[in-house]
């Protein structure tokens, strides 16, 4: 197992700036996932840290050595890339094998190895087949198992289940957090999945446009985003933001938007406020008021533009004065495109952001907004 730092890593290809001033520690046995956009920098980070690519500027260090520097061979990591880079003529065991055999290492160890590592995947009654006989989630765990086999000091997975239908991507998920666990070894995720992302990592890392927006846990993430960009990434469906006013009233501020006011205390905010910002709201807390908890006062009201039922649920798309507003709704609500309905929050699910620089405004944990003034309706 290793810890991973980088310190004010830079990369460049030609004129283009890939990652700005990269920091960042992974601890040692952490599941870490890199998530975000196609495009953001999380794969040529993790090709940096496997050696593929070498920093512009910057250090990387695993146990507090620097590896800058090191070729792939010298670093002890193991790589599973999107494809399954399989070699076809060989079976399963001939292709787990094929590694330690090109080092050199006793045939006899070997044999061993890729029995236990071929149990421990659920490949022991297919070793002697051919990668063309296998499913596509049998291919993924040969290339998991050929990478477990080198008892790597680190773990580095690109995508690993792009590949794979919606069912298997789930069971593949469960699959490999299971085995993450079981052998403790550090790993680093790449995914553009969110829900990859907040199923299976220890922590997150956010990336945009070459720079980490946030490293949290998934909890943290979607309870506490450091601003609208990761807010509005991270959830499914996505957070609503709904333009707002804010007036400072002695020790309160008073919030309008879309028809409805609401004051809160100032101490749960960070600064002085801005006279325009925007509030964040996630679908699962905006409520019809036909199914709405009690503690949820603050009303507006639209018209339904589209219905999107998966059985447990119902998302609502509701037209608010211009702004379209995503909603939840009881499984096969009773609701037509076109109708007038009454929605409904309670502030403390609120999260505010500058609506110039996207930062959150909030500066105490979530929980305590609920301490505020109580909220009141303005008709």
Known sequence: MASVTFQSVWKRFGAATIIHDLNL???????????????????????????????????????????????????????????????????????????????????????????????????????????????????????????????????????????????????????????????GVTTVYVTHDQVEAMTMGHRIAVFDKGRILQVATPAELYRSPANKAVATFIGSPKMNVLPATAQTEGGSARFSTLGTTFKLALQAFSDALPAEVELGIRPDDLHWTKDAPSRCSQKITGTVTSIETTGSETFVLVNVAGTEINSRFPSFAPVRIGDQVDLVFDPSDLHFFDSISGVNLCSLQRELLSAAEPARSVG
Request: with cysteine.
């Open 25 to 183: 520690q992974i601890f040692d046995g952490e599941f870490m996932v890199f998530v975000g956009p196609s495009g953001c920098g999380k794969t040529t980070t993790l090709r940096m840290l496997a050696g593929l690519e070498t920093p512009t500027y910057g250090k990387i260090l695993l146990d507090q050595k620097d590896v800058t520097l090191t070729p792939p061979g010298g670093r002890d990591t193991a790589m599973v890339f999107q494809s399954y880079a399989l070699y076809p003529h060989m079976t399963v065991r001939k292709n787990l094998a094929f590694g330690p055999g090109v080092r050199g290492e006793p045939k006899a160890d070997v044999a061993n190895r890729v029995e236990r590592v071929a149990q421990l995947v659920g490949l022991d009654k297919l070793l002697d087949r051919r990668p063309a006989e296998l499913s596509g989630g049998q291919r993924q765990r040969v290339a998991l198992a050929r990478a477990m086999i080198r008892r790597p000091r680190l773990f580095l997975l690109d995508e690993p289940l792009s590949n794979l239908d919606a069912a298997l991507r789930s069971h593949m998920r469960t699959e490999i957090s299971d085995l993450q666990r079981q052998l």
